[in-house]
């Protein structure tokens, strides 16, 4: 199974006094955060019991998914620990998918990174925002950088989870203080764009827990073969064509660690006369692909013919980064050109990477791979609009980041189960929604015609489906699968149907 699901460990240790019965968005919660340390035991029984309740009601204010006054000033109270931060929620974070990643026996994986700004301009008591505006903008607006890191695999609709994410308000005044001039002298670690190199790192680091976790599986005697060493590409768009990235890209590059990124900049090449975009340009075709594009951007899934050339080339230093900064290496990297011929405003694709590509199959796997990217997109899409991370009302920023952190969580969580429902379609819907959920969504959706609800198997496409049609999916042959937004409006009003199942519904006291 390939999904960021909600497997529970048999090892780990029994609820600490947890609350009534024992469902499974509560299960997944002490899977999460079980075994957060925050100094104090209450504190973390609190945590588990806070991501269960944001698990139930994705996207809802604090009042709203706490039962009572009680628990919604606990709520805050824990967002005041000190010990709480968003780097502690996605460290520990990240442990639980490395953990879960291996379950999926996945070939390739994918640390996409990306960035994405929240506006918190109208919420004027929040101090130590930054600057959102792009350079094109003149209103400023305040706000939050996210930079995120998803893992995924690349074969596969399987999302994981969060290998890490930044949150960071810029320094104010900073880009006008900087000419671009005075920037290209900076060393890349006093920039913003090092948070390009430090998700990469993130990605070095997890291959490097994965393949040690693998070996030491290896070893153990009940494992007759050994597991594959996993290939990891960390993934970007053109703000990721950084000279320093290449570089660094191109050290590990022995080590099964990749990175493709959109070339943005028509690079010099080492001891050429002509640039990178004008060789690849002038080299000769290398065939035609077929390749699948997901929706996107209201536009319909399709296929599109790409004609493929690509070559290998030494790119030079960049001029100010010899000067100024004595960087002296150039990078051996593959572009790849991917043209939608004979379409006015076709597609014309640039793909730079520190893998070798020499074949058309091997361009036809950085295409794919950078088709996956657009996961990104939609992931930062559901937290603002599904997790609604925008709309939180806190009074300070140290409130802001660990509260933004766990709703990053949920949020994969929504794009894990959309994903099951294409992928698994079979698999059983408990894996992702509490026994109760179940029961309110077959009552609902076969006005409450089944005789035995205990013994309700639903799979999670059949879930899913229904689910999507709560929120508004029509579900008819051509609209396609159902996309995270639709789900998330969907399980708000299951939540709500839920609530009244519990109340007077499950009695079953009509017929
Ligand atoms: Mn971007």
Redesign the pocket.
């Known amino acids: 199974m390939a999904i960021f699901r909600r497997v529970i460990t048999p090892s780990l240790p029994l609820a600490p006094a947890f609350p009534d019965n024992f469902q499974t968005n509560a299960q997944w919660a002490l899977e999460e955060f079980g075994s957060i340390e925050l100094g104090d035991r209450r504190s973390n029984r609190r945590m588990v019991k806070v991501f269960g309740q944001m698990l139930n009601s994705p996207g809802k204010s604090i009042p709203q998914c706490t039962s009572s006054a009680a628990e919604a000033k606990a709520f805050y109270r824990l967002l005041d620990v000190e010990e709480l931060t968003d780097e502690r929620i996605f460290a520990l974070h990240r442990q639980n998918v490395l953990r879960r990643a291996p379950e999926s026996r996945f070939g390739v994986l994918l640390a996409i990174q990306?960035?994405?700004t929240c506006n918190y301009d109208t919420h004027h008591s929040l101090e130590g925002l930054g600057s959102i505006s792009s350079n094109q903008i003149k209103s400023d607006f305040s706000g939050l950088h996210v930079h995120s890191t998803l893992l995924c695999a690349a074969d596969q609709d399987a999302v994981f989870g969060l290998l890490g994410a930044k949150l960071y308000a810029r320094e104010p005044g900073l880009r006008k203080k900087q000419t671009p001039g005075t920037r290209n002298r900076e060393p890349i670690k006093n920039k913003e764009s090092i948070r390009w190199i430090e998700s990469f790192d993130l990605a070095r680091e997890a291959l490097q827990t994965l393949q040690v976790n693998l070996l030491a599986r290896a070893a153990a005697p009940a494992a007759q073969q050994p597991a594959a060493v996993p290939l990891m590409i960390s993934v970007?768009?053109?703000?990721?064509d950084i000279y320093e990235l290449l570089i660094e890209a191109q050290q590990h590059r022995e080590q099964g660690l990749g990175l493709l990124v959109c070339s943005q900049h028509n690079r010099t090449l080492a001891g050429e006369e002509a640039l990178l975009w004008q060789q690849l340009g002038e080299s000769k075709s290398a065939g035609v692909i077929t390749l699948k594009l997901p929706r996107s951007q209201g536009k319909a899934a399709r296929s599109v013919v790409l004609s493929v050339r690509f070559i290998t080339a030494a790119i030079a230093v960049p001029k100010h980064k010899a000067k100024y900064l004595k960087m002296d290496t150039p990078v051996q990297a593959s572009i790849v050109e991917l043209r939608e011929e004979g379409v006015a405003a076709g597609i014309c694709w640039r793909l730079l990477s520190t893998l070798r590509v020499e074949t058309l199959a091997e361009a036809l796997e950085m295409a794919r791979w950078h088709v996956k990217r657009w996961q990104i997109?939609e992931y930062h899409r559901i937290l603002k609009t599904g997790c609604r991370v925008e709309a939180r009302q806190m009074r300070s920023l140290e409130r802001l980041k660990p509260m933004m952190a766990l709703d990053m969580i949920v949020a994969c969580s929504l794009m894990g189960m959309s994903a099951a429902a294409r992928e698994h379609p079979a698999s059983p819907a408990s894996d992702w929604l509490d026994p109760e959920e179940i029961q309110a969504l077959d009552a609902y959706t076969n006005k409450g015609a089944t005789p035995d609800l205990q013994a309700l198997p639903m799979n999670i496409g059949t879930a899913v489906k229904n689910i999507a049609r709560l929120g508004g999916h029509l579900g008819r042959k051509g609209d396609g699968h159902p996309g995270a937004q639709v789900l998330w409006q969907g399980l708000h009003k299951l939540n709500a149907i839920t609530e009244a199942w519990r109340r007077f519904g499950s009695r079953k006291s009509y017929g």
Request: hydrophobic share 10%; proline share 0%; glycine share 12%.
């Open positions: 990306d960035t994405t970007g768009d053109r703000e990721a997109e």
